[in-house]
C-alpha cells in the first residue's frame, strides 16, 4: 500500500537508501549527503520525479509540514496529516494513515542508527541534464546494493539513483496548493 510516496523517499526511504555512518572524517562525504536529506525536508515544498521501471513515471507535489500528491499512471494519492485520499477506480476512498510524516531530525536519527551498514565515496562533480551536481556512491554492506546521491548547488537532493529507479528533485520552495479532493 502507498505510504507517502515522497515521504517514503525522503524519509524511511531516505534513511534505508541513503543510511551513512557520520563519522566526520574529511574523506567521509556522507556528512555532505546527511545535511541535503535535511536540507531537503526542511524546504517548505519542492516536486518530485520519479521514474521507475515498475511503476512508470510518478509526478509528486510535497507542502511542509505534512501535505503530498502524488500522480502516476494507475492512480493519484493526497495526503494531509494522516488522512489519505486515494484514487481507485475513478472515485476517491479517504482512509486515515497515521505515521505517515517524518520530523527533519526524526530523518537524521534512522540515517545514524543505520549507519554502520553502509559506505560512502565521493563521485565528484557530475552534469546531468545542464545540472551541476556533486555525487556520492552510497553501498549497502548487508544488502549489496548502490545507489547514487546527487546534490545540487544549494545543498539540497537533487537527483537518486536507486534500484532502477530515478528521483529527480525540483521546484523547491515555490507555492503549492493541495487540498483534499472530498
Not at 556522507?30 to 515498475?54: C, D, E, G, M, W
Not at 546527487?150 to 515555490?174: P, Q, T
Request: hydrophobic share 40%; net charge positive; glycine share 10%.
Amino acid at each position: 500500500m502507498h505510504r507517502g510516496l515522497v515521504l517514503t523517499i525522503t524519509s524511511t526511504a531516505a534513511a534505508g537508501l541513503i543510511g551513512l555512518a557520520t563519522t566526520s572524517a574529511l574523506a567521509d562525504p556522507s556528512p555532505a549527503v546527511i545535511a541535503a536529506v535535511s536540507a531537503t525536508a526542511n524546504q517548505p515544498s519542492y516536486h518530485l520525479t520519479i521514474t521507475s521501471p515498475r511503476m512508470g513515471t510518478i509526478e509528486s507535489d510535497v507542502v511542509k509540514p505534512d501535505k503530498e500528491h502524488a500522480i502516476w499512471k494507475s492512480g493519484e494519492t493526497i495526503v494531509i496529516g494522516s488522512t489519505m485520499y486515494m484514487k481507485m477506480g475513478g472515485s476517491w476512498k479517504k482512509m486515515n494513515v497515521p505515521g505517515l510524516w517524518s520530523s527533519p531530525v526524526d530523518v537524521v536519527k534512522q540515517i545514524q542508527a543505520q549507519g554502520g551498514n553502509y559506505t560512502s565515496s565521493d563521485l565528484g562533480m557530475r552534469i546531468i541534464g545542464g545540472v551541476p551536481y556533486h555525487a556520492y556512491r552510497v553501498t549497502d554492506t548487508k544488502k549489496h546494493f548502490d545507489d547514487v546521491i546527487f546534490v545540487d548547488a544549494a545543498g539540497r537532493l537533487g537527483r537518486i539513483e536507486a534500484h532502477g529507479d530515478v528521483m529527480v528533485f525540483s521546484k523547491y520552495g515555490e507555492t503549492v496548493s493541495i487540498r483534499a479532493p472530498m
